[in-house]
């Protein structure tokens, strides 16, 4: 509960699991993702179930739609791909124990998202 007894509201994903500079370079990545520009940017943010065994490393966001995000991502079942996910559906997501995904805060990416994949796709997993 909030202040006098008030149901406190479910907080965004975009507060929750991005922080608003993360957000704001996403959004710069998107716009420069445009088709005929090759880019390579490195990840912006981490997300992980810490019950389970699924990452997701972003690096931008639909212009278009500030619900759709692209990266690498890594269900945990050994194939992990490029691909776009709904920040919507991450928010619903939750591991073996019920936990919802998290931002790694300690996460720095060191190299583009596209030596993230070719490490995944050589592991099977996302490794950082």
Request: a negative charge; proline letters at 7%.
């Amino acid at each position: 509960m909030g202040a006098a007894g008030q149901p406190r509201e479910a907080p965004d994903v975009n507060t929750v699991l991005i922080t608003a500079a993360q957000l704001a370079t996403l959004r710069l990545n998107g716009l420069a993702s445009i088709p005929g520009h090759a880019v390579d940017p490195y990840p912006v943010v981490k997300l992980f179930t810490p019950d389970g065994a699924a990452t997701w490393l972003l690096t931008e966001i639909d212009p278009a739609d500030d619900d759709i995000a692209f990266g690498l991502c890594d269900l945990g079942m050994g194939c992990p791909e490029l691909g776009y996910v709904s920040l919507a559906e991450l928010r619903a997501v939750r591991g073996r124990l019920g936990l919802a995904v998290e931002r790694d805060r300690h996460f720095q990416a060191d190299k583009p998202l596209s030596a993230y994949a070719e490490q995944a796709h050589q592991a099977g997993r996302i490794v950082t």
